[in-house]
T-cell receptor, first 115, second 111 residues
Framework: EPEVTQTPSHQVTQMGQEVILRCVPISNHLYFYWYRQILGQKVEFLVS????????KSEIFDDQFSVERPDGSNFTLKIRSTKLEDSAMYFCASTPYREPNYGYTFGSGTRLTVV | SQQGEEDPQALSIQEGENATMNCSYKTSINNLQWYRQNSGRGLVHLIL?????REKHSGRLRVTLDTSKKSSSLLITASRAADTASYFCATDGGATNKLIFGTGTLLAVQP
């Protein structure tokens, strides 16, 4: 069964450093998403992406964050100048259509630890 | 309460018993989805129920949706130790391009 692949599975970074989280969505999917889950808390929406542009973003997704689909397969989340509170699991997801009757396929996540 | 509140927060049952989890939401939806998360792992889509459906089955899973009460339930029948995980409901409002997740129910199935 097709999978969404995320790398790395775990990243530790110093506060203030930049990190790039990578995702390879399912190849025929057109809509891409990033979510995050702070330990013990809800899964929160960060951003959705379609046709090479952001279609929606949450209030969490401020200027510190950016997304990109640089080569038609990878979908990246960049976090500039990381803060301690950015420590969380970050999940990438994709869907084939925007029709509201499809479940999302999530990756296994990247655990980001900011020290 | 916030969109997507689930109860109970934690549930412990014996293998073979049924487990029922409830989810309430606030806004209008196109569909409601249930996901499973094993500890420290990704989210796995279990089942999706559309706003015009009232009940849906998939294997040992049964989902109900009551849009008048803005609530849903997930029933896992004949539970197994391998069902131990967190279960989340998530609503897709359609007008916005995102899922809104509930707080989750931590299910522990004792062998």
């Amino acid at each position: 069964e097709p999978e969404v692949t995320q790398t790395p599975s775990h990243q530790v970074t110093q506060m203030g450093q930049e990190v790039i989280l990578r995702c390879v969505p399912i190849s025929n999917h057109l809509y891409f998403y990033w979510y995050r889950q702070i330990l013990g808390q809800k899964v929160e929406f960060l951003v959705s992406f379609y046709n090479n542009e952001i279609s929606e973003k949450s209030e969490i997704f401020d200027d510190q964050f950016s997304v990109e689909r640089p080569d038609g397969s990878n979908f990246t989340l960049k976090i500039r100048s990381t803060k301690l509170e950015d420590s969380a699991m970050y999940f990438c997801a994709s869907t084939p259509y925007r029709e509201p009757n499809y479940g999302y396929t999530f990756g296994s996540g990247t655990r980001l630890t900011v020290v | 309460s916030q969109q997507g509140e689930e109860d109970p927060q934690a549930l412990s049952i014996q293998e073979g018993e049924n487990a029922t989890m409830n989810c309430s939401y606030k806004t209008s939806i196109n569909n409601l989805q249930w996901y499973r998360q094993n500890s420290g792992r990704g989210l796995v889509h279990l089942i999706l129920i559309r706003s015009n459906e009232r009940e849906k089955h998939s294997g040992r899973l049964r989902v109900t949706l009551d849009t008048s009460k803005k609530s849903s339930s997930l029933l896992i029948t004949a539970s197994r130790a391998a069902d131990t995980a967190s279960y989340f409901c998530a609503t897709d409002g359609g007008a916005t391009n995102k899922l809104i997740f509930g707080t989750g129910t931590l299910l522990a199935v004792q062998p």
